[in-house]
């Protein structure tokens, strides 16, 4: 006896329950809901933590992220791309652009940045770029 199953005569048989097959599928069905109310409970966990993380939130950062929604939803209704480079919808860099300006007028301190650093052995090279 090597490993305990080769031992077993080649003409045994196993016999399976009729509705071993389908008890199986219904496990999967069972397996596939309980998954499906796992991500809808651990979503509706994160939604109810950014809920209250919006909420700690001060008055000034309120009124910002007011200024900033009210800025993007005037932007993009009103917005053409000024550069010169031809895109699908509306140009990303262009958008942010126009939104700093708006919040530049309407008295917020705003600033895009970008930086640029070469690769190390625990950092990949990377690029962000800056404007006032």
Known sequence: MVL???EEPAAATHAFPADSMTS???EEEED????????KAFWDEQHQLLQATLHRTSS????????TKEVLRET???????????????????LQSEIC???????YNCVICKSKWKSSANTPSGTVVGSQ
Do not use: M, P, W
């Open 101 to 107: 300006n708006r919040l530049i007028s309407l008295g």
């Open 24 to 26: 199986g599928s219904e």
């Open 60 to 67: 000034i950062e309120s009124k910002i992220r007011q200024a």
């Open 4 to 6: 305990g199953f080769i």
């Open 76 to 94: 993009i209704v009103s917005t053409c791309c000024r550069c010169s480079r031809e895109v699908a919808g509306d140009c990303r860099n262009c």
């Open 32 to 39: 596939q809901a309980a998954s499906v109310e796992e991500n």
